[in-house]
């Protein structure tokens, strides 16, 4: 190998080790601010090495949650857990039915229900935010997890995702369970779903992450600190003047917000990315 | 496209059917439908009885300076951000795709990011550029003598959440931009370097056309996501300001409407808006039917 083949080997590597220290860098700083004292962050600047006070913080940040704001992260976790599975988990199963529905069987509506389903891609959240506040409120839904998820769990992509993934079935399986004396519905759970399997992971993935990391919807219809997600809980924890603000409780409470969707990626990277690459191309 | 099998029930499909139906009614169609309609009313001076006035909401819409400052600032943020992400992401999918060692190692380090709420990504930089705690804001300020306050000056609100939108972009970008040069024929490559081509000029004159169709879809997704998803950023970064300046649309029909209850002018805003997806949604799926051509 030549001296100039050599260097050009290493370069890509200066390249993408920057690229991870910048991003990394203000997630460390985070982690650094969560296991440091109030009074270590506010007398700027703040030291570059982990505290001693991390057990501290975050058992506080778990049990009580910060001073001008009540709700402990713990609830938190939970309901920011709660509207993510209920989100992704209603997602996949309404699409899988609804494309079920539109593949394989023939009926007059069809056409109607995938266009009306497809539209909805063209009608996100922020376009129809005050009407459908005032739908959820006319329900009685605010402050309630059915208020959370419901507006949230049509998908377009999921359904054009399993659609084409049903399009691929060969016909001659249909027929064979159809001979077993299996109906459409036995078809459905005992040979579709676990065919079916891949595309149902990669749609959880992405689905999940999109659940935990909702912000507008869930800023607009809690009111009760009961019902607060993590994310609307660390904005509360950041309204009011800076010196009132107990940076290291809300960068603990921000890192908890991070991990789980992280965490989720991380494990099932292959499937994330093929789950990307096929709904949105 | 290749017909399936289909069952011969008649009830069951719409049984099938029925959850997703009225989700996409009850909170989808209804409140669109409203948006429309409120559009073209006031509400009078007491807060109760709809007064019909036509198209006069979208006539003081567009007469109002602030909301064409609102456009332009959005339109302007959404540039920057389309640009910053995708140049880096490209530039680094064309690294990690080099035959290196740890290339995996680095491919995940890079995807994962994918996963922070974009509402993490603004708390993240605004703790790093917080005028009195944050530890870029200190430097700036006693190593490079600039004074950081985002919360006064304009340029520096905007380039705080273009760093943080675009920080956050990246991973996404980078997905894509790894499997379109992933599925750039090595053949097509060797013959170029057999042929004299110097890396430069293979990535412009082969692998930069191959991959302009995934290019193409990522400039209309980054743009979506610019003006439309990046509400969590400045509603926690900079709350629209300094004055109004980096209040986006997205950021302003939530604040006409939830802050400041007029509910005529959100509507119109919100039907403005829609106008905006459904365009974009448009040229993203015409342009994707030429690729299936092509």
């Avoid at chain 1, 890509?12 to 220290?21: E, G, R, S």
């Avoid at chain 1, 459905?188 to 749609?203: D, G, W």
């Avoid at chain 2, 019909?52 to 959404?78: C, H, M, Q, R």
């Avoid at chain 2, 943080?164 to 060797?190: D, M, R, T």
Wanted: charged share 10%; proline share 5%; hydrophobic share 55%.
């Amino acid at each position: 190998m030549t001296e100039h083949s050599k260097y050009q080997r290493f370069i890509p590597h200066i390249y993408l080790a920057l690229a991870i220290f910048i991003i990394i860098f203000p997630i460390y700083v985070v982690f650094v601010a969560s296991t440091l004292t109030s009074a270590d962050i506010l007398a700027a600047p703040m030291p570059l090495k982990p505290g001693i006070h991390g057990v501290e913080n975050y058992t506080r940040a778990l049990l009580e949650g910060s001073e001008n704001m009540g709700a402990p992260a713990l609830t938190m976790i939970k309901n920011s857990l709660i509207m993510a599975l209920g989100i992704s988990v209603g997602k996949i199963i309404i699409s899988l039915l609804a494309a079920y529905a539109i593949v394989f069987f023939d009926f007059r509506l069809r056409k109607f229900c995938f266009w009306s389903i497809f539209i909805t891609l063209m009608l996100p959240v922020q376009v129809r935010i005050m009407p459908t506040y005032k739908v959820i409120s006319d329900l009685g839904m605010l402050n309630t997890y059915a208020g959370l998820i419901l507006p949230m769990v049509v998908s377009a992509t999921a359904v054009f995702l399993f659609r084409q993934f049903f399009m691929t079935i060969p016909k001659e399986i249909v027929e064979a369970s159809q001979i077993d004396g299996a109906g459409p519905m036995t078809f459905f759970f005992k040979i579709l779903i676990p065919m079916t399997k891949t595309p149902i992971a990669a749609m959880f993935v992405i689905q999940f992450i999109f659940g935990w990391n909702q912000y507008l919807w869930p800023l607009l219809i809690t009111t009760k600190e009961k019902y607060y997600t993590l994310l609307i809980g660390i904005n509360r924890m950041l309204s009011g003047a800076d010196v009132q603000i107990e940076w290291q409780i809300v960068m603990a409470t921000t890192l908890l917000a991070l991990i789980p969707p992280v965490v989720v990626v991380m494990i099932m990277q292959k499937q994330f990315v093929t789950g990307m690459t096929d709904t949105e191309k | 496209m290749v017909k399936q099998y289909e069952f011969s029930n008649k009830e069951l499909p719409y049984l099938l059917v029925l959850p997703q139906m009225i989700v996409v009614f009850v909170f989808f169609f209804w409140p669109a439908g409203q948006a429309i309609w409120q559009s073209f009313f006031i509400q009078d001076a007491f807060g109760g009885r709809l007064i019909f006035v036509g198209i006069e909401n979208y006539a003081k819409l567009f007469a109002d300076p602030a909301y064409w400052d609102s456009f332009g600032v959005s339109t302007l943020f959404a540039v920057l951000v389309a640009f910053f992400s995708m140049t880096i992401a490209l530039f680094l999918a064309v690294q990690a795709n080099k035959k290196i060692r740890l290339a995996s190692f680095y491919k995940t380090m890079l995807i994962w990011p994918y996963a922070v709420a974009t509402m993490v990504a603004g708390v993240l930089w605004l703790f790093l550029f917080n005028p009195n705690v944050g530890i870029i804001a200190w430097t700036l300020k006693h190593k490079f003598g600039v004074e950081w306050n985002h919360l006064l000056d304009t340029g520096h609100a905007l380039t705080l959440i273009t760093i943080a939108a675009s920080w956050k972009q990246i991973a996404y970008n980078f997905v894509f931009f790894l499997a379109g040069l992933q599925s750039v024929p090595a053949a097509l490559i060797e013959a170029a370097a057999i042929d004299g081509a110097d890396n430069k000029k293979q990535f412009w004159h082969i692998i930069f056309p191959l991959i302009t169709p995934t290019s193409f879809f990522l400039l209309v997704m980054n743009l979506v996501y610019a003006f439309f998803e990046t509400f969590p950023i400045i509603h926690q970064v900079t709350a629209g300001g300094p004055g109004q300046s980096t209040s986006i649309l997205v950021y302003k029909v939530w604040r006409d409407g939830v802050v400041n209850l007029d509910l005529g002018g959100s509507a119109s805003q919100s039907v403005v808006l829609m106008i905006l997806v459904i365009t974009l949604t448009i040229v993203q799926f015409r342009f994707i039917e030429r690729k299936v051509n092509y």
